[in-house]
């Protein structure tokens, strides 16, 4: 993580700063800047990357992976009714 200290602040104060922030939202700081102007401090900050994973509704079920499924619930995915559009619908919406 990359902290920036444009000002009179103390190693201390950034700290704290970090650790309100990823407190607050849950979230591990990639930069801050932070610039202080007398009493005043303005913070800019930017999150590291969330990796997204991909969830899907299958066979009622919101799934990740069906990397744990059994037999039975992996057959019923493999043989249900797939839809999609082909490009013909696709123009008409």
């Known amino acids: 993580m990359f902290v920036n200290i444009t000002g009179n602040a103390d190693p201390k104060e950034a700290q704290a700063y970090v650790d309100y922030l990823e ?3 849950g979230r591990k700081l990639e930069s801050l800047d932070i610039q202080i102007d007398g009493e005043y401090a303005d913070l800019s900050y930017q999150f590291a990357h ?16 069906m990397d744990n499924w059994n037999d039975a619930k992996t057959a019923e995915e493999r043989d249900r009714v797939k839809h ?5 619908q ?3 919406l």
């Open 84 to 88: 999609s559009l082909d490009e013909g």
């Open 90 to 92: 696709m123009e008409q």
């Open 23 to 25: 407190e607050k939202y």
């Open 50 to 65: 969330v990796p997204f994973e991909r969830i899907r509704r299958i066979t009622g079920y919101l799934v990740g992976t």
